[in-house]
T-cell receptor
């Protein structure tokens, strides 16, 4: 099993550009989530999904969109990148809900100029 | 929503000493409390977790205690080793799927 994979590992964007961060898991997990990690602020939940076709907002959803068309994939879209979105983004998955061990991907380091 | 506070933000101990990290949470409905370890350049990895129906859980050198009345939980690492050096995060989760993390503790174990 590859576990949770994320692409790209690094990305530099200009303000106003859009892009999609990819996340995939091969563990047949129902629950998937996106976090951003900023210095001194821990991990903050952006969006999560409890199954294909179902998504919900987390703590900091503004400026981000998600969709869950398959169990395996959970892409995160930045519609119009802003410098405040410079961060490290982690995707995670777990068996059923957040109340179980979450497996994290290796992260995507995003810089918005 | 749930709010998790974690202390201290940095912790330095000598090899062989114990380390304790404390977290408090705000929502009494939270029922799952994991601890994650993050090494440099990697994603967080679960090291131990506890559910609200249990007061203490131990796994070799690592233990977690939960006080539901006071709404706080703690991570205890005994006989620390240099490879324990990392950033540790606590978290609290409600059943509906919204997990909140503490700000993290950078633990340094000096040989």
């Amino acid at each position: 099993n590859a576990g949770v994979t994320q692409t790209p590992k690094f990305q530099v964007l200009k303000t106003g550009q859009s892009m999609t961060l990819q996340c995939a898991q091969d563990m047949n997990h129902e629950y998937m989530s996106w976090y951003r990690q900023d210095p001194g602020m821990g991990l903050r939940l952006i969006h999560y999904s409890v199954g294909a076709g179902i998504t919900d907002q987390g703590e900091v959803p503004n400026g981000y969109n998600v969709s869950r068309s398959t169990t395996e994939d959970f892409p995160l879209r930045l519609l119009s990148a802003a410098p405040s979105q410079t961060s490290v983004y982690f995707c995670a998955s777990s068996y059923s809900t957040a109340g179980n061990e979450q497996f994290f991907g290796p992260g995507t380091r995003l810089t918005v100029l | 929503g749930e709010n998790v506070e974690q202390h201290p933000s940095t912790l330095s101990v000598q090899e062989g000493d114990s380390a304790v990290i404390k977290c408090t949470y705000s929502d009494s409905a939270s029922n799952y409390f994991p601890w994650y370890k993050q090494e440099l350049g990697k994603g967080p990895q679960l090291i131990i977790d506890i559910r609200s129906n249990v007061g203490e859980k131990k796994d070799q050198r690592i233990a977690v205690t939960l006080n539901k009345t006071a709404k706080h939980f703690s991570l205890h690492i005994t006989e620390t080793q240099p490879e324990d050096s990392a950033v540790y995060f606590c978290a609290a989760s409600l059943w509906r799927g919204d997990m909140r993390f503490g700000a993290g503790t950078r633990l340094t174990v000096k040989p």
